[in-house]
């Protein structure tokens, strides 16, 4: 009776530690998955960040790119106003040196 009882403890011990063993995979398992989730999870996020920082890298690009081309333009436009008021003062300058009286009367040359 005792050498049953003995092989009952040692069969229920394995059991036990079997049972545990499964259980504890299984715990284990689970872990792993949620750590995957939870890391997929992460990378999407980051994913997503790294999306809205180049989308938003893109726009600065295009407003400096929009502002450089304003101030081109601007720079040319003042230009043209400095050399229209130039030539301006260079034929005032010229009509008064002489031909003045027909230019004022004709108003041609």
Do not use: C
Not at 18 to 26: A, G, I, V
Not at 55 to 83: N, P, W
Request: charged content about 40%; glycine content about 4%.
């Amino acid at each position: 009776a005792r050498d049953r009882f003995q092989d009952w403890m040692d069969d229920h011990k394995s059991k036990v530690n079997d049972q545990r063993r499964k259980e504890l995979l299984e715990t284990l398992a689970w872990q792993v998955n949620q750590k995957r989730e939870r890391t997929d999870q992460e990378k999407q996020e980051n994913m997503r960040y790294a999306r809205r920082v180049e989308e938003d890298v893109h726009s600065y690009k295009q407003a400096a790119s929009l502002r450089h081309e304003e101030k081109k333009a601007f720079t040319k436009m003042v230009g043209e106003i400095l050399k229209l008021q130039i030539d301006h003062k260079n034929f005032n300058n010229t009509a008064s040196s002489g031909m003045s009286g027909r230019l004022n009367r004709s108003g041609f040359p």
